[in-house]
């Protein structure tokens, strides 16, 4: 899972990624109000941990912009200051949690790990029509049958089960799964949908990945209604 990082104090900014990475996510770090906005607005980060104290933008009106443009990635904002109107401004503008510096690194994951929760990301499992895909694992399983995926068809998997029946573009599972710095291209996304339905297939699942010309892909259960 990804994590936009919005913090100016590098030192901070690189123990926070470093935390972040040994738990398992992808941390991006920027420096300043507006490179943060501009990179929540791809919708691409399942979380955005923000400072208030930001040069340009604060984190207040970040997080008022992004609110204000319909993106709604759950924010954390992070702060030394804590007082009671800092927090009540820091949860009117649209932050979903409000942590003051210095804090605990068990604290913050605890944090991070119930929005998430909230969100339905953070499970043991993400489950469509008679299957499961099973995290620790990282396996597709149908009863007893089970087939352990790659890292990237997981990634694949984890967008698609995560979505389930609304549609998410090939340009969203592109940067979701191979990142902003690749050379990967579309027809990547292909290959791996095709490799994924084989293996649903594998296991006699009724999950179905439909594509939705020109749009994206979406879970459908087999003959369902
Ligand atoms: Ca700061």
Known sequence: MKILVVEDERLLSESLCELLASHGFEAEPVYDGEAGLEYAMTGVYDLIMLDVMLPGMDGFALARRLRGRHVGTPILMLTARSGLDDRVEGLNSGADYYLAKP???RE???CINAILRRQGAQVDELRFGDTALDLPSAALVRGELSSRLSAREFEM????????????????????VWGW????VENHVEVYVGFLRK????????VKIKSVRSLGYHLEVDGGD
Request: glycine residues 6%; contains cysteine; positive net charge.
């Open 157 to 176: 998997a984890r967008c698609l089960f995560a979505a389930g029946e609304r549609i998410i573009s090939k340009q969203t599972l592109l940067v979701k």
């Open 181 to 184: 710095e690749s050379d990967a």
């Open 199 to 206: 293996k649903l297939a594998s296991i006699g699942s009724n």
């Open 108 to 110: 913050l994951m605890a």
């Open 103 to 105: 804090f605990d690194t």
